[in-house]
């Protein structure tokens, strides 16, 4: 019912910042809130930030709070990431996901992109 399709990963020196997109399709009215998660290899799958997709309401992960910004372009279908001030341990690969109206679980993902911070 919902694509998502990653984008805007790359590699950048720690302190640099990289904007990631998450472009949404189908049943984008069903949706009530996207996530951010990574995963490192050898690492559990981590949260990263959280939004309402009608309020814009945002939550976040301690290891990102103050550095990461999490919004959404709904004219776009667009939810994008921020990341600021970025750290050799924000290496991951980066997913986004989506859970609807109706569900209590994220179970719309996308394939993910690569953010590798070092110098």
């Known amino acids: 019912q919902v694509q998502l399709v990653e984008s805007g990963g790359g590699l950048v020196q720690p302190g640099g910042s990289l904007r990631l997109s998450c472009a949404a399709s189908?049943?984008?009215?069903?949706?009530?809130?996207m996530d951010w998660n990574r995963q490192s290899p050898g690492k559990e799958r981590e949260f990263v930030a959280r939004?309402?997709?009608?309020?814009?309401?945002?939550l976040y992960a301690d290891s990102v709070k103050g550095r990461f910004t999490s919004s959404r372009d709904n004219a776009k279908n667009t939810m994008y990431l921020q990341m600021n001030s970025l750290r050799p341990e924000d290496t991951a690969v980066y997913y986004c996901?989506?859970?609807?109206?109706?569900?209590?679980?994220?179970?719309?993902w996308g394939q993910g992109t690569q953010v590798t911070v070092s110098s």
């Open positions: 996901s989506a859970r609807v109206y109706g569900r209590d679980t994220y179970d719309y």
């Open positions: 939004i309402t997709w009608t309020g814009g309401i945002t």
């Open positions: 189908g049943s984008i009215r069903s949706i009530y809130a």
